[in-house]
């Protein structure tokens, strides 16, 4: 006869392969739909609550309050001239962000001239793009990390000055800052800070549903290069996004992430209210017969406590829940350090005007938003449900796993963890 715990695994693994078959039905139809619009995203009108979207550890879904996910709406429509939309970086297989791997399936699929191919977010907009070859190689930085470029001239009133320049492409300068970022999601903001973007640049004050209409206003007239969107077109954006809760619903190793008493998925996150506090989310697994669903709540406890190294994770990211910081706290944990730095990263030095101290940074942070030298490096401390559903980490992408961001907190910012314990965080990070 099977055993008990046989028969679980079965039934796991039954539930993960329908699961997963219904997931890449849904890319495929996706993929067809780009192939026949020349590399549009899909027209399919609306996705249920719930639908699973595979990833390297599970699945991953979204709950909107709407009742689903609605892709008719302002969110998927091009604003401006160059076929851009919201959905064109933010899709919902992607936890609403985008990866590497998708952006290069849309670069096969219509040689680099998907609408996301735009010479905005070239690694040197200078440098010919005419062919196939030309694309690749100009590309490279959203083919191979995911990375768009931001940044422009420094900001006028500030405590600092730019005085050296390396750029690996040969586009920044002393007069113009070069900041490769990350895609942010467009996710679980019922529970997030008021801190819009990487480095709050459009942010105001903290009023979040004002600094999310000031950075979908400004996406139509930037990023999509068109004229300004009436108003009821960024308040139909705004919508759509506020009522988007996405978070795994489902691991490979450990199964349904609310069974068991836990409350793991989409549905129990729209659920939450925002406060600051622990993650308590698989505090019914802490004894679990199952070994892999004790891993994931020895893991949150790792994270929520302090670590022997001193600090915690639950230090920045204490909202509860969600991982955002509730004060509105932009934090630099190095990840712009010129330790930190991959070659394919500028380099800037900054110096002080008031002291001559320098610092060498690839990205300025918040500190071309405010002009203050102290906030030189700082970035906002993001959601960090549906982590599995969007590698590489942090805001330039420096980290390709889970593990290399539990690692990069070893080395920058003095975390000590065993073997074990660096696993069991990983574990719950994959989990959420």
Not at 224 to 237: C, K, N, S
Request: charged content about 20%; aromatic content about 8%.
């Amino acid at each position: 006869m099977m055993r008990s715990g046989q028969r679980g695994l079965g039934r796991r693994l039954r539930v993960a392969a329908m699961a997963a078959a219904v997931a890449a039905l849904g890319v495929g139809v996706a993929s067809r739909a780009e192939e026949r619009a020349g590399g549009e995203r899909s027209t399919i009108p609306f996705l249920p609550n719930n639908f699973p979207h595979l990833n390297a550890s599970g699945l991953s879904a979204t709950f909107s309050t709407e009742g689903f996910i609605d892709q008719r709406g302002e969110y998927f429509q091009a604003q401006g001239a160059n076929g851009r939309s919201c959905a064109t970086c933010h899709i919902a297989q992607d936890a609403w962000s985008i990866n590497p791997d998708t952006i290069r399936r849309l670069f096969a699929l219509t040689s680099g001239t998907h609408p996301i191919f735009n010479p905005l977010d070239a690694n040197n907009p200078d440098v010919p793009l005419l062919t196939v070859q030309e694309r690749w190689a100009g590309y490279s930085m959203m083919l191979t990390r995911g990375l768009f470029r931001r940044g422009g001239a420094p900001r006028a009133d500030r405590e600092w000055d730019v005085v050296a320049v390396d750029d690996p492409h040969g586009f920044a300068n002393l007069n113009r800052i070069v900041q490769w970022r990350r895609v942010m999601p467009t996710i679980n903001f019922h529970l997030g800070s008021a801190t819009v973007n990487w480095d709050g640049g459009n942010s105001i004050g903290t009023d979040q549903l004002a600094g999310l209409v000031n950075q979908a206003t400004r996406n139509v007239t930037g990023g999509q290069q068109g004229p300004p969107a009436p108003p009821e077109v960024i308040t139909d954006i705004v919508a759509f996004e506020n009522a988007l809760s996405t978070a795994q619903i489902f691991s490979f190793s450990a199964g349904l992430l609310n069974a068991g008493g836990a409350r793991g998925g989409p549905e129990a996150l729209s659920r939450m209210t925002r406060i600051a506090g622990r993650f308590d989310l698989f505090d019914a697994w802490i004894h679990s017969r199952n070994r892999q669903r004790a891993q994931i709540a020895r893991g949150q406890e790792l994270f929520n406590n302090p670590n022997p190294g001193g600090g915690s994770c639950l230090g920045c990211h204490n909202s509860a829940n969600n991982g955002t910081n509730v004060s509105n706290v932009l934090f630099d944990i190095g990840t712009a350090s010129a330790e930190a730095r991959t070659p394919d990263l500028p380099l800037y030095t900054f110096r002080n005007r008031a002291t001559n101290e320098e610092r060498q940074l690839t990205d300025s942070g918040r500190g071309n938003v405010t002009g203050l030298w102290r906030d030189l490096g700082r970035f906002k401390t993001p959601t960090i449900r549906a982590l599995a559903a969007r590698a590489p980490y942090f805001h330039n992408g420096i980290a390709e796993t889970l593990e290399d961001v539990v690692r990069h907190y070893e080395t920058h910012l003095g975390f000590v963890f065993t073997n074990r314990e660096r696993a069991d965080l990983v574990a719950f990070l994959k989990a959420l």
